[in-house]
């Protein structure tokens, strides 16, 4: 299991890539949240309000999540990153096969 995290510029692009994801049955959960980010951007510090997508998958599925994340991004340079989860509750590992269909990596 892993969970990963994407910044959207707003809740109409988190809702469209999360869905997406859903439907393709890349990710089991999507959860957004609205953040403050502070970033280096072309020479400068911006900062913006984003929403922040937190989502479980299992590991073997980051390239074709980004595939997705591509296509439907706003950001020129949008960053999703991935973390390993070590530990989690039980049947969470039966609930990402049961709609995901393998078993994560993790």
């Given at each position: 299991m892993?969970?990963?995290?994407?910044?959207?510029?707003?809740?109409?692009?988190?809702?469209?890539?999360?869905?997406?994801?859903?439907?393709?049955?890349?990710?089991?959960?999507?959860?957004?949240?609205?953040?403050?980010?502070?970033?280096?951007?072309?020479?400068?510090?911006?900062?913006?309000?984003?929403?922040?997508?937190?989502?479980?998958?299992?590991?073997?599925?980051?390239?074709?999540?980004?595939?997705?994340?591509?296509?439907?991004h706003?950001?020129?340079?949008?960053?999703?990153?991935?973390t390993?989860?070590?530990?989690?509750?039980?049947?969470?590992?039966?609930?990402l096969?049961?709609?995901?269909?393998?078993?994560?990596?993790?």
């Amino acid at each position: 299991m892993v969970i990963l995290y994407l910044t959207c510029a707003d809740t109409k692009e988190a809702d469209k890539i999360g869905q997406e994801l859903l439907n393709k049955k890349l990710v089991v959960c999507v959860r957004q949240i609205n953040v403050r980010s502070s970033y280096w951007w072309e020479d400068k510090i911006s900062n913006d309000d984003e929403v922040l997508l937190m989502m479980e998958s299992g590991e073997e599925l980051f390239e074709k999540i980004n595939k997705v994340v591509a296509k439907l991004h706003s950001y020129e340079q949008y960053v999703l990153t991935m973390t390993k989860v070590d530990k989690t509750t039980r049947g969470v590992e039966e609930w990402l096969d049961k709609y995901l269909g393998s078993r994560p990596v993790g």
